[in-house]
Each structure stands twice: as C-alpha cells, then as structure tokens.
C-alpha cells in the first residue's frame, strides 16, 4: 500500500506560480520509488485530465499540451516526493490536483496507477 500526501496548493492570481509537493510515506519508498508518478487534476463539472507524469528515474517526463511550457514534474529520491512546478499559471488551471503512483510507462491514463492522494486544491483568480 502506497500512501500519498499533497501539498502546495492554494489560491494565486493569474501569472503568478505554486510548486505542489506529493510525499509518499516511508513504507512505501520501494513501490514509489520504481514506478511512474503523475499529477491529475479535475475541475467541477469535468472529468479527472492528465497534466504530467514522471518515470521512476526521473529521467523522462510527459506533459499535457494544456501545460507544458509552464509546469514542471520532478522527483527527489532522497525524500520519496514528487514535484510540480507551476508558473504562468492560468484560471483555466483551477482544480483540485491529485498526485497518482503505481504506472509503468508514460502513465497518461488514471486506470494506469493504483495509487492516489486525496488532493489538493489550486485556484487561479484573473
């Protein structure tokens, strides 16, 4: 069982920046460590969208078309966390932000992971 734990999220003005945090508990280092993280997020109305995804040596990152250029994914073995930097952010961005971990791959679909945390809320005001 992977526990997972987001962070960072709030609320910002257009343009400005949020760096979200998605820690994972100590006993779940070595499941975490060796499969692919991803953040989803899902705005009211709508259904749950990929946004980036990190593979287990962090030397590969994908990114929906909707973010790339202003996120960024990254992870810190030494910690068991995954990142994601946000910049230029937008009001279409407002969502409630989930970290997902347990895919192998590239992780664009949720069904990928078996992991998730309970979410974090981002709000873009214009």
């Known amino acids: 069982q992977v526990q997972l734990v987001e962070s960072g999220g709030g609320l910002v003005q257009a343009g400005g920046s949020l760096r979200l945090s998605c820690a994972a508990s100590?006993?779940?280092?070595?499941?975490?460590?060796?499969?692919?993280t991803g953040w989803f997020r899902q705005a009211p109305g709508k259904e749950r969208e990929f946004v980036a995804a990190?593979?287990?040596?962090?030397?590969?990152?994908y990114y929906a078309d909707s973010v790339k250029g202003r996120f960024t994914i990254s992870r810190d073995h030494a910690k068991n966390t995954v990142y994601l930097q946000m910049i230029s952010l937008k009001p279409e961005d407002t969502a409630v932000y989930y970290c997902?971990?347990?895919?192998?791959?590239?992780?664009?679909?949720?069904?990928?992971?078996?992991?998730w945390g309970q979410g974090t809320q981002v709000t873009v005001s214009s």
């Open positions: 990190v593979i287990w040596s962090g030397t590969r990152t």
């Open positions: 100590a006993a779940s280092e070595r499941t975490f460590s060796s499969s692919t």
């Open positions: 997902a971990a347990g895919a192998s791959g590239s992780g664009y679909r949720p069904d990928s992971y078996n992991y």
